[in-house]
T-cell receptor, first 105, second 113 residues
């Protein structure tokens, strides 16, 4: 069946770049999404990429899509303490388990 | 412009009871989806409502049912609660059926004792 997989944990020093990776199985979706969830909160849509694009940049966020390998990544430049959260990759209604981003001082 | 709102924020029930959760979509949105997010997991799709009908359903038992009203707001009902139903229930709205871009509410935290 359809599945989205992510690594569960990432630790990054403040000011460095964070790269969160995701793989998916269903290639029929028009868009792929990244959401952010802070403790005790709902999901905030961060960015998305159209399936026929390779890259999308939005301020500190860069999304890369390798459709052949069904691999999606989210790069956060100049990572700040406020970026500490769980990041979910999603393909339509299918979500990964989330990657917890921990920021080291 | 109000975003997606959900009520109540928190709820405690006991096994076997029934619960109703409510959601109002973002202004201009007519499609509502419900998700269950267990602790440490990603959201699991329960079902989606459009034009007051259930359009898609995930792998959830019939104990989970819903409704959409003419003003596009929605309810999620869960009967015969089990301990495993304890989770954060998220509502998401979108503009139009089959539109993927969803906006999420803050969720209702359900605890079943």
């Amino acid at each position: 069946g359809e599945d989205v997989e992510q690594s569960l944990f990432l630790s990054v020093r403040e000011g460095d770049s964070s790269v969160i990776n995701c793989t998916y199985t269903d290639s029929s979706s028009t868009y792929l999404y990244w959401y952010k969830q802070e403790p005790g909160a709902g999901l905030q849509l961060l960015t998305y990429i159209f399936s026929n694009m390779d890259m999308k940049q939005d301020q500190r966020l860069t999304v890369l899509l390798n459709k052949k390998d069904k691999h999606l990544s989210l790069r956060i430049a100049d990572t700040q303490t406020g970026d500490s959260a769980i990041y979910f990759c999603a393909e339509s209604i299918i979500f990964g388990k989330g990657t917890r981003l921990h920021i080291l001082p | 412009d109000a975003g997606v709102t959900q009520s109540p924020t928190h709820l405690i029930k006991t096994r076997g009871q029934q619960v109703t959760l409510r959601c109002s979509p973002k202004s201009g949105h007519d499609t509502v989806s419900w998700y269950q997010q267990a602790l440490g997991q990603g959201p699991q799709f329960i079902f989606q409502y459009y034009e007051e009908e259930e359009r898609q359903r995930g792998n959830f038992p019939d104990r989970f049912s819903g409704h959409q009203f003419p003003n596009y707001s929605s309810e999620l009902n869960v009967n015969a609660l089990l301990l495993g139903d304890s989770a954060l229930y998220l509502c998401a709205s979108s503009a139009g059926y089959l539109q993927d871009e969803q906006f999420f509410g803050p969720g209702t935290r359900l605890t079943v004792l």
